[in-house]
């Protein structure tokens, strides 16, 4: 099959949503990052991206809709909590799991009770889900394993061959996944951060809860709330590290672990800051230091890199877990399995 990636205009979008409803795949932008998405309510285009992905049967796909009025044929009920966060978040990066309908194939929900639906800012892709007529399952479009693609360029390398069609809209915004909210209960648990910030929920609700596992790795045979979480995500080939404390001393704990690994003959890059100063060490940019939403946009880009230029070692800076941070320091952790040192 011959993949083609087409920019954004009504006529790509209505190619895209007459693949869809013909049971096809399509890349799908949006503003957290590109997603494979398929009809949501058929058993087979759930099984396909599955396959296309390579993904875990047991992990379950994300449910995106168009506009609010798509959502009550979806799920079971709203309780209050979910529907405050709808309001005050929607359309965002945010994924609220709700009790499903049974219009929704187990396929899609893994065998779960539950769903996570999305409404996204992205206009792209409000408008394929509305030129595709049905709601629209989408997994981030990365090949299981491989970190989240950001551009159309980055799913063409993980998709070229399995999909007929990536709609291209430039680089996502945001750049990590969606907070995933388990809002089933009265109060609401995070188990994936993203855009959607602790901060954020608690000022809306006045509580938050954030689950354990999304600053630790997953104990032997621990039972979780969120299928995604036992699964290695974003891991580059290099040894990934990373340090955390006072600027100053990070870096210089860098430089020093990157010439003694160097003189061993490893390939080092270094994940830093633009303000930090690591001499002429091969450093991939994570933007500012000041704004930790450059480095939630650039992370998985980065981690791209570091295989493609054939790294064996990643010595990265941490970012601060506030705001959009603890996203950044999921996801970071996890690529270096939670190798995180303190300096
Ligand atoms: P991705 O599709 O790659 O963005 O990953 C979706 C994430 O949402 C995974 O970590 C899933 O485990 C999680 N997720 C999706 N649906 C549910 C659900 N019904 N219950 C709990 N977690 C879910
Ligand atoms: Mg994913």
Redesign the pocket.
Known sequence: MKTEVKPITEQSLAEGGALIRAGELVGMPTETVYGLGGNALSADAALRIFEAKGRPAD????VHVSCMEEIPPLVRAIPKAAKRLMEAFWPGPM?L?LPKADCIPSEV?AG?D???IRLPSSAAARGLIRAAGVPIA???GNRSGRP?PTTAQHMLEDMDGRIPLILDDGPCAVGV??S?I?ATGETPVI??PGGITPEMVEQVLGRVSVDEHVMSPLREGEIV?????KYRHYAPKAKTIIYEGDASRVVAAICRQYDEAAAAGERVAILGFDEHDFGNRTRISLGSASRPQDAAARLFSALRELDERGETMALCEAVGLSGIGLAVMNRMGRAAAFDIRQV
């Open positions: 992990n379950p796909l994300i994924t799991i929900s779960l539950t769903v996570g989408a997994p981030s989240s996944e969606s995933v388990d188990l994936r709330r969120s299928p995604g979480m």
